[in-house]
């Protein structure tokens, strides 16, 4: 799988910036790259995320394609897997946590104090860090989100939609004899990949990953990666990770993150061969971070 090699517009790099400074101290910094896109799955205008007094996330801007995965990097502490977590608000369970902005989902703001999110997080389901399967089985893992959103009428049904998500998680073969057996007792990719199973199995139109493979083996960590260009092909996909050769290898647009600002986004194979900003040229060639 190799990254999207399309060039982008050309664009007039930012000033130099220092490597520390308080957010106050570049409230006017504007994001490096061409934030917007034809068509957009998802579209997000001036997000801020507090946490008490302490602003982690500072006016970002970012639209996010159908059918494309975006990968969001930076160095740890630069506020790129809080922002994720406001893409199916998942910040809401912080007592402390504030989001202001707007964030459109197919041209509807998830922020809007009447939306369910209980829906809105079956359209936008999240896969974490670490695998954290039900204390089910496998079956039990992947049916339980169809039965309680009412996606199923049988137990065929049922059936149907289970066998078909575990397929397109890349994990049937490899299960199919023991869906009784508990997910716990899968190895760490594939206990992943049936979180995936169970993510895809109430039909999202996006898919958060916040560094899906961070704890896997290499051998797993590829099958997820195929997994994921593969799941392009159906889903829009948003994906923190701390491997550039990872964003690199599965992305098609890339967006580095610094101290809560947006810095640059572009094209994946530009990102990584020519960033137009000193800050993103630094992480890249590994001055920091």
Known sequence: MQPNTQTVSSVTPLMVCTDIEPIAAHDNRK???EISVDNPRMSCRNVNVFYGEKQAINRVN?????HEVIAMIGPSGCGKSTFLRCLNRMNDTIDSCRVTGEILLDNQNIYDKTLDVVPLRAQVGM???KPNPFPKSIYENVAYGPRIHGLSSSKSDLDIIVESSLHRAGLWNEVKDRLDQPGTGLSGGQQ???CIARTIAVSPEVILMDEPCSALDPIATAKIEELIDE????YTIAIVTHSMQ???RISQ???YFHLG???EVGETNQIFTNPQHKLTEDYITGRFG
């Open 127 to 129: 896969v974490f860090q």
């Open 231 to 234: 799941l392009r092909e159906e």
């Open 253 to 255: 647009r890339t967006a």
């Open 31 to 33: 994001t490096v790259g």
């Open 261 to 263: 600002d947006l810095i």
């Open 192 to 194: 992943q990949r049936l």
């Open 62 to 66: 970012l639209d996010i394609g159908r």
């Open 246 to 248: 990872q964003a690199a």
